[in-house]
């Protein structure tokens, strides 16, 4: 079960608020049009009457041009916010379908040596990451990551759920910070959106007394001028002395404007979402302390960010040439601004970084809400500490399409530590190993996971599926397989609160030595009591049971043959040892016999 009727729903909806506010747009732009029209015209043929009736008349045109532009612009203003929701909602369609994500798929976050991440699809086309990221931000997009390739401490997980939980029962809230932050979204990871604000170089205290220099020597003169009757070609001494003081201090306001530039737009979208989550009423522990990272000093973030936006507009105002020339020759207007703003970097710059990892944050646990709301049948899993056990009812793999996945119940916990698991290929040994290892990492971040039960104690995981050759280190597969199982037992020997998800071990030597080497490998992890799922084609690793009863299971999954001598899976996973196998009837289909 899913949420996608309820897209389709809103979806209808928000295409009839387009099509009337469409409509709308062409309203205005009419009126606006008519009203300019009609301004210009009074100006035009009434103005040099003089008569009180036509300057009423394009006085009242002046107006209604006015009221028409704010109208449009209003008008736009909804209309590009419904279609932005429009294009959210669509997509979230497209994901539940497994089409595509129109958010960026971590693809920089790849790490072929990480413990797990790699093995199980973490990040990349196709990946976890991509089904699951809403992030808009490059804070996010490292939040969201970091959470999906960690092992976090119990208290964090839980307090993860109750956040999750919490913004998942604010769905409209949590769509309008997406709608917000949607059209900016990265693409490429290094294309860095709201990028924090560092700190620059301080004012030097010489420049506010040259300021106030300035500013009385320009009162002095104005004085003269209009009380004393002095030359007003005097007023060439202050501007004189501020050209020569703007062309000193232009290194000072260059650095200040570099830090603003092209900023102002950014600063609005921040203004918004930190106003946002300030203002709402949190009951989840996280949630709060990530609302109390935002009060410095008895300042909030969005106030001392409206204080900077504030400041960047006005320094905008020398962006005229002709209105620039004159803030500047008499009042020194861009120095004194960048000294304004000089001051806000050396008081705020330093939790600039703060404060956008708020937003990064809430953008992950966002994320997760929204798989939640995506997925109402998934449920949360229960992790505390103790014994390894792990329990799991209907799980299934969360990337599997929902009409196409095969979901399985699953436990281990002493005196079992370890699970062989046979069977033919194709026939869903490495879907399981990876299912299992998938929600662990959701279980982890504190997402839902995609079973109708989960219990599991804290452990962490290693995994051994994907092992590639390295041309740039001039390593084979075999000596690549070595040192990934050099690293996993090495940290399970230190610490064997782990569960290793191990898929056939020695692929890269000859079937001798493989089966030796693997059958080490279990003796190895059993005296330890290392817990482990091992997929394997190597009966002889099943045998072992008989040596440990009670320790070693016994699971497989089974092939069925039917009349047409067809191959057909059901990806049930089953109690015993496979006795059913596939290469023949593979060969056959190629067209090689084997007899």
Not at 284 to 294: E, G, S, V
Not at 500 to 508: H, I, N, P, S, T
Request: charged share 20%; aromatic share 10%.
């Amino acid at each position: 079960m899913t949420n996608l009727e309820n897209y389709r729903e809103q979806i209808t909806k928000l295409q009839q608020k387009i099509t009337h506010l469409t409509k709308k747009e062409t309203h205005f732009s009419i009126a606006r049009l008519l009203s300019f029209l009609g301004f210009v015209t009074a100006i035009i043929f009434g103005i040099g009457t003089g008569q009180p009736s036509l300057i009423l008349l394009t006085l009242l045109l002046a107006g209604a041009f006015i009221i028409s532009l704010r109208l449009h612009l209003n008008n736009r203003e909804k209309l590009n916010t419904t279609q932005t929701l429009k294009e959210i909602l669509e997509n979230e369609i497209a994901c539940l379908k497994l089409q595509s994500n129109t958010y960026y798929d971590g693809d920089y976050f790849k790490d072929p040596d990480h413990n797990f991440s790699y093995d199980m699809d973490v990040f990349g086309p196709n990946s976890l990451f991509r089904y699951v990221n809403r992030c808009a931000t490059a804070t996010g997009n490292h939040k969201l990551a970091h959470w999906l390739s960690d092992h976090p401490k119990i208290g964090t997980i839980q307090k993860r759920q109750q956040a999750v939980q919490e913004l998942a029962q604010h769905p409209q809230w949590c769509q309008n910070l997406r709608t917000m932050l949607y059209p900016k979204r990265i693409r490429q990871f290094q294309q860095e959106f709201l990028p924090e604000i560092k700190n620059t170089i301080a004012s030097p205290r010489l420049y506010s007394w040259l300021v106030a220099a300035s500013y009385t020597l320009l009162a002095m003169t104005l004085t003269g001028i209009i009380f004393m009757g002095l030359n007003p070609v005097l007023l060439t001494l202050p501007v004189f002395f501020n050209i020569i003081l703007g062309a000193r201090t232009s290194r000072f306001i260059k650095t200040i404007k570099a830090q603003l530039e092209g900023r102002e737009k950014t600063l609005n979208e921040y203004l918004k979402i930190l106003t946002s989550f300030e203002g709402a009423q949190w009951d989840a522990p996280l949630l709060k302390q990530m609302q109390a990272r935002l009060l410095y000093e008895q300042t909030n973030a969005s106030g001392a960010v409206q204080k900077l936006k504030k400041l960047s507009a006005k320094l905008d105002y020398s962006l005229n040439m002709m209105v620039g020339a004159v803030l500047n020759f008499f009042f020194l207007w861009d120095l004194v601004m960048c000294i304004k703003i000089s001051k806000w970097f050396q008081k705020w710059a330093h939790k600039t970084s703060d404060w956008f990892a708020v937003i990064g944050e809430t953008e992950a646990l966002i994320s997760m809400a929204n798989l939640q709301n995506n997925h109402p049948g998934w449920s949360y899993p229960t992790v505390k500490a103790g014994p390894f056990s792990f329990q799991a009812q209907n799980l299934g793999h969360p990337l599997i399409a929902e009409n196409e996945r095969v979901c399985n119940d699953y436990q281990m916990q002493n005196p079992q530590t370890l699970s062989i698991i046979t069977g033919s290929n194709m026939a869903g040994k490495s879907t399981f190993l990876r299912t299992l290892g998938v929600n662990i990492i959701l279980a982890h971040a504190g997402a839902v996971v995609c079973a109708q039960n989960l219990n599991m104690s804290h452990f962490r995981i290693m995994t051994y599926l994907t092992i590639t050759d390295s041309l740039t280190e001039s390593t084979s597969t075999f000596y690549r397989e070595i040192q990934r199982l050099k690293k996993i037992l090495n940290s399970a020997r230190e610490d064997n609160n782990i569960l290793l998800l191990l898929d056939e071990l020695l692929r890269g030597t000859n079937s001798a030595d493989k089966a030796r080497g693997s059958m080490a490998i279990v003796r190895e992890l059993v005296s330890r009591t290392i817990p482990a799922l091992i997929a394997t084609h190597n009966l002889e690793l099943a045998e072992m049971k008989k040596d440990h009863p009670g320790v070693i299971e016994n699971y497989y999954f089974d092939i069925i043959i039917d009349s047409q001598n067809q191959m057909r899976f059901d990806y049930k996973l089953k109690p015993g040892v496979c006795d059913t196998f596939n290469a023949t009837l593979l060969l056959r289909e190629i067209g090689i016999e084997v007899k």
